[in-house]
């Protein structure tokens, strides 16, 4: 073994460097601080199950006599879902390039549309919902626009994520032989990029079936307005209808974009 | 040196990236039909030169003429037409992996024509998808028309970047260490299909290479860098081993 070259090891992790324990304290600290501030007790959970066990035994059996007009609001509920996250993902596509450190035609365009995507996706979904059923009114068009701006949020980072990932190998052969930008974008960056675009809009897809059941509770349409009044009647077992009915829309949702991107996959 | 037959011209060419002066002074000439192999050692300045001969990078100082045009006094629309006139094939063969092989080749008509029809095969016209077929054929691939470029092998991929360097009708192929990603037997094919077919097609061919070997089989003139200098420019014909030997000291 050559001793010598011990000094020119890069160094090890140091835990006692002076600078770094007082942040280490801080963090220790804020973290106790959070489970006695959020009063998490086990007895008082263990003291709820009675309450618990009776919620669930109004939940059951579900009273299906509804069930019509649950399923026209299920079937509302995915629609201001779709159309949502279509337009979404159509608003979203040329923000996404300028939103790209490598597509964008320059920086002032680039910060601009980093800019509109973080505050699209940092506000979060009820707060737009809210922001839109007081501009627009109670009702889909509230839930739609909710759902769109939060795709905008979504795919316009994914998107500018995965152009910024594209291997720029073809992009540099298109460059060479003089092919103009659009050509590049067209023939290099969107082809190599589809995989991701595909999955980022199925993922967009399913959350907005789970967004868009929560909006109707603050009166953007769709299932969120039964639930809502089925539980502030305390009809807990039309309630279970309603969720069940949930349940089985989010699944169908995610099975299928599941297979449907597992198709995309294979392709490539 | 007739004037007429110059296809590229390199005059005083230097580069420098902050105070790394990597090409120095650099000058020759290529004519017409010419193979040319350029040698040197990693880190002499080669891939450089290649990048600046097509104005891919901007040279320091010197000068650039392809044709007779004079790549640094070009606006950037001309120099992007300018640069239509040169096929590139590179390392790694840079296809797009989700789209068809046809439709790869097509592409190289981009240099000349950006209509959307030739973004995707399918809408392309009859005429260039056939030309990039029989393109296709040249290299000997004719049977994997319908096949996505990421479904190929390292060598195939490599063929369908020259088909798609012709497709652009080029008067010179700059190629830069073309079987560098490639197993022995198919970077000797690739490099010989890649010979054969500009010597037939009387396309002026520079490739970079580290390959001894098929600088002296494929070329007919060797030029040399160490240390950002040329210091071999000889026909393939007088060069001696101990020459190219002071290049790997």
């Not at chain 1, 809502?228 to 209808?241: L, V």
């Not at chain 2, 009387?202 to 580290?210: A, C, D, Q, S």
Request: overall charge neutral.
């Amino acid at each position: 073994m050559n001793n010598s070259n011990f000094s020119k090891l890069p160094p090890r992790f140091n835990f006692s460097k002076s600078y770094y324990v007082p942040i280490y304290l801080v963090i220790i600290y804020f973290v106790v601080k959070s489970f006695s501030q959020v009063e998490l007790s086990f007895s008082s959970i263990i003291n709820s199950l009675p309450e618990m066990k009776q919620f669930f035994q109004e939940l059951f059996p579900p009273d299906f006599s509804r069930i019509d007009s649950v399923i026209s609001s299920l079937i509302l509920t995915f629609q201001i879902a779709l159309v949502g996250t279509i337009l979404g993902i159509f608003i979203s596509f040329p923000i996404s390039i300028f939103a790209s450190r490598t597509q964008s035609p320059n920086k002032f365009l680039y910060f601009l549309a980093r800019a509109v995507v973080s505050l699209f996706r940092t506000v979060p979904d009820l707060i737009w919902a809210i922001f839109f059923v007081v501009t627009v009114g109670l009702g889909p068009i509230a839930g739609v626009l909710t759902i769109m701006v939060d795709t905008i949020g979504f795919c316009g980072r994914f998107f500018a994520e995965a152009f910024e990932e594209v291997d720029p190998g073809p992009v540099k052969a298109l460059n060479a032989i003089g092919a103009g930008k659009l050509s590049t974008l067209m023939c290099a960056v969107i082809p190599s990029a589809l995989p991701s675009l595909v999955n980022s809009s199925l993922f967009s897809l399913e959350k907005a079936v789970r967004s868009s059941v929560v909006l109707g509770l603050v009166g953007a349409g769709g299932i969120g307005v039964e639930l809502k009044t089925a539980m502030d009647m305390f009809r807990f077992d039309e309630a279970a209808t309603i969720i069940l009915a949930i349940f089985i829309l989010v699944l169908i949702v995610e099975r299928v974009s599941s297979w449907v991107r597992g198709k995309i996959m294979e392709v490539g | 040196m007739s004037k007429d037959n110059l296809v590229l011209n390199v005059s005083n060419l230097s580069k420098s990236f902050g105070d790394t002066e990597v090409l120095k002074g650099v000058s020759f000439s290529v004519e017409k039909g010419e193979a040319i192999a350029l040698l040197g050692h990693n880190g002499s300045g080669k891939s450089t030169l290649f990048n600046c001969m097509a104005y891919l990078l901007e040279p320091t100082s010197g000068f650039i003429r392809v044709s007779e045009l004079d790549f640094s006094k070009l606006s950037k629309k001309a120099l992007r037409n300018a640069r239509s006139k040169i096929g590139f094939i590179f390392q790694k063969h840079n296809l797009v992996n989700r789209l068809g092989v046809l439709s790869n080749i097509i592409h190289g008509k981009l240099s000349t024509d950006p209509s959307p029809r030739l973004w995707f095969q399918k809408f392309a016209p009859s005429a260039l998808r056939l030309k990039a077929l029989n393109l296709l054929e040249k290299v000997g691939l004719a049977h994997i028309a319908g096949k996505l470029a990421g479904q190929l092998s390292g060598g195939q991929s490599q063929r369908v970047a020259i088909a798609r360097a012709l497709m652009q009708e080029p008067e010179l192929i700059l190629a830069d260490e073309p079987t560098a990603s490639l197993d022995p037997q198919a970077g000797t094919e690739v490099m010989e299909l890649l010979y054969k077919l500009a010597q037939d097609e009387g396309i002026t061919l520079v490739f970079v290479t580290h390959n001894v070997e098929h600088a002296l089989k494929y070329s007919n003139r060797i030029l040399a860098l160490k240390a950002g200098e040329l210091v071999i420019d000889k026909s393939t014909k007088e060069i001696t081993k101990e020459e190219i030997d002071t290049l790997y000291e």
